[in-house]
C-alpha cells in the first residue's frame, strides 16, 4: 500500500523524498509498478472508492465502525480490520466530539415537576418517552437558537424550532410539530431541564391537553437528559463546528437538512445495532405487524 501511496501522489511530491518518508527504495518503486496489479489490490482499490462513498456521504462523521456496518448492509463483503486499515491509510477520520455548555436557566417561581425517567434512557416502543432540550448556535447575526424534541426509543428528532431568540414559544412551535407528526397517546412522558421555557404555564397546559405526563431532571444535572445532550453534541461535532455561518438563514438550511435527511434517515447509531432512527422504528411496526398476523 505505500507503493501506492507514491503512485497517487507522483505529481504532488518527490518520488525520493516519499520514498525516504515511507523508508521504501525508489527501485523497489519502479519495480513495483511494472508488475502487474494482484486481484486482492484491484479489490482494496474498489473497496476504497466505496469506503470514501460512505465516508463522504457521513459528512467526514463515520470512523470505521460505522463504514464497515454500512458497507456491510449494502453487502459488500469486507472485514472491520480490514476497512480501518484502509481508512488510516486513506487518512479517514471521524470528527471529534467538543463539549458544549448549558444556557437555559430556571425559573424558580415555577414549579418544577419530578424526575420520572431517573436515568433510565430505554423505552419499548415509539411514543413511549419524549425528552426536549435547547441548544445554541452561533452565527454572524447572533445566536440562533435550536429546540429539539427527541423520541427515545429510536433517538429520532420528532419535533424540532429554531429561532433568534430563547423563548417558550420556541419550545411550544418543536413541541407541536411533535405532536402533529406522532399523535401520541394519553401516557407519553416528556422530559426536559427546569428552565423557565419549560415550566411556563402555556407549555405545561399543552401538555396536559394531550395528558402527557412532564418529567424534569434535578437541579443542575445534566445527565439527566444525556440522550438529548448526547444529540447536540452529535449535531455540533458532525455539523456545527465544521462551519462558520454569516447569517441565521444559513445556519437553519444545514440544520434543516442535517436533521431530515441525514441525521433521522441515514445516520447510523451504535446504540441502535447501526440502524438509522427512521429503519430502527420501521424494524419495530414490521415486528409488530409481523406478531400480530
Not at 43 to 59: F, G, R, T, W
Not at 61 to 77: D, E, H, N
Not at 85 to 98: C, D, E, G, N, T
Not at 151 to 175: F, I, K, N
Amino acid at each position: 500500500m505505500r507503493f501506492q501511496f507514491i503512485e497517487k501522489h507522483c505529481n504532488e511530491y518527490p518520488v525520493r523524498l516519499m520514498c525516504k518518508v515511507l523508508e521504501v527504495s525508489p527501485s523497489g518503486y519502479y519495480t513495483w509498478r511494472k508488475r502487474p496489479v494482484s486481484a486482492r489490490e484491484e479489490a482494496n482499490q474498489v473497496l476504497i472508492k466505496e469506503i470514501e462513498s460512505v465516508y463522504n456521504d457521513s459528512h467526514g462523521t463515520y470512523g470505521s465502525p460505522r463504514v464497515y456496518q454500512a458497507l456491510k448492509a449494502k453487502g459488500i463483503p469486507c472485514s472491520e480490520n480490514r476497512v480501518a486499515r484502509l481508512m488510516r491509510l486513506r487518512h479517514l477520520r471521524s470528527k471529534r466530539v467538543r463539549r458544549y455548555k448549558v444556557t437555559t436557566k430556571r425559573n424558580k417561581a415555577r414549579r418544577a415537576a419530578p424526575n420520572l425517567l431517573k436515568g433510565n434512557f430505554t423505552a419499548d416502543q415509539p411514543n413511549q418517552k419524549w425528552l426536549a432540550d435547547i441548544s445554541y448556535i452561533p452565527t454572524g447575526e447572533g445566536w440562533l437558537y435550536l429546540a429539539t424534541v427527541l423520541d427515545l426509543y429510536s433517538r429520532r428528532v420528532v419535533g424540532w424550532a429554531m429561532a433568534e431568540r430563547m423563548t417558550s414559544q420556541l419550545v411550544q412551535a418543536a413541541l407541536k410539530m411533535a405532536l402533529l407528526q406522532r399523535e401520541p397517546e394519553p401516557g407519553l412522558i416528556h422530559h426536559s431541564d427546569q428552565s423557565s421555557q419549560y415550566t411556563d404555564d402555556d407549555y405545561q397546559a399543552l401538555l396536559a391537553s394531550w395528558k402527557i405526563q412532564p418529567s424534569m431532571n434535578s437541579t443542575g444535572a445534566w445527565y439527566d437528559n444525556a440522550p438529548q445532550e448526547s444529540f447536540y453534541g452529535t449535531l455540533k461535532n458532525e455539523l456545527i463546528h465544521h462551519h462558520e455561518y454569516p447569517t441565521r438563514g444559513e445556519a437553519m438550511t444545514d440544520i434543516f437538512t442535517y436533521i431530515e435527511t441525514f441525521y433521522n434517515q441515514r445516520r447510523l447509531h451504535s446504540s441502535l445495532g447501526y440502524l438509522s432512527p427512521a429503519a430502527y422504528e420501521q424494524l419495530y411496526y414490521q415486528q409488530q405487524l409481523a406478531s400480530s398476523a
